[in-house]
T-cell receptor, first 111, second 112 residues
Framework: GEDVEQSLFLSVREGDSSVINCTYT??????LYWYKQEPGAGLQLLTY?????DMKQDQRLTVLLNKKDKHLSLRIADTQTGDSAIYFC???????????FGSGTRLQVQP | GAGVSQSPSNKVTEKGKDVELRCDPI?????LYWYRQSLGQGLEFLIY????????KSGLPSDRFSAERTGGSVSTLTIQRTQQEDSAVYLC??????????FGNGTRLTVT
């Protein structure tokens, strides 16, 4: 079946760049998503990338997709303490109705 | 409201009791999803509704779990005879067809 994996924890200093990585197994993935979850809240969509793209930039966020290696990354430039949260990678496939989520990466930003 | 609304936000129940969790999706969103998030875990898909189609119940963990969606809008997730392993955050999401999911803040269920 489909599988999405992420490292559990990342710690960076304020102002540095953060890179959160994700690997997936489903070669039929159509869209890949990054969601952010702050304490006590639901998941907030940050950005997404279509599988025929290899890069997408949105302000401080850069998504890189290596479809050959089934590797997705989220880079956050100039990381702020407000970026501290859990980041989930998710993938979807045309014809499959539910997203498959990774277990989330907890990002800790130290002042 | 503008977002997905879930109630209650917290629920504590005794083992063996039934619980109902409610989700109000974003108006106009035809797709509705329930996910479960256990402590330190990712999101586990439970059930999906799309318009008038038969729901995809493939993620429901046991026959104690059921969900309905009345009038294509509000959904209720029911857990019968709750067990301690049911303790988790239950997240609801809605979307337009083929679009990104918008999540509610979840219901934190604690079974004592």
């Amino acid at each position: 079946g489909e599988d999405v994996e992420q490292s559990l924890f990342l710690s960076v200093r304020e102002g540095d760049s953060s890179v959160i990585n994700c690997t997936y197994t489903d070669s039929s993935s159509t869209y890949l998503y990054w969601y952010k979850q702050e304490p006590g809240a639901g998941l907030q969509l940050l950005t997404y990338i279509f599988s025929n793209m290899d890069m997408k930039q949105d302000q401080r966020l850069t998504v890189l997709l290596n479809k050959k290696d089934k590797h997705l990354s989220l880079r956050i430039a100039d990381t702020q303490t407000g970026d501290s949260a859990i980041y989930f990678c998710a993938e979807s496939e045309t014809g499959r109705r539910a997203l498959t989520f990774g277990s989330g990466t907890r990002l800790q930003v130290q002042p | 409201g503008a977002g997905v609304s879930q109630s209650p936000s917290n629920k504590v129940t005794e083992k063996g009791k039934d619980v109902e969790l409610r989700c109000d999706p974003i108006s106009g969103h035809t797709a509705l999803y329930w996910y479960r998030q256990s402590l330190g875990q990712g999101l586990e898909f439970l059930i999906y509704f799309q318009g008038n189609s038969a729901p995809d119940k493939s993620g429901l963990p046991s026959d104690r779990f059921s969900a309905e969606r009345t009038g294509g809008s509000v959904s209720t997730l029911t857990i019968q005879r709750t067990q301690q392993e049911d303790s988790a955050v239950y997240l609801c999401a809605s979307s337009l067809v083929g679009a990104a999911l918008h999540f509610g803040n979840g219901t934190r269920l604690t079974v004592t």
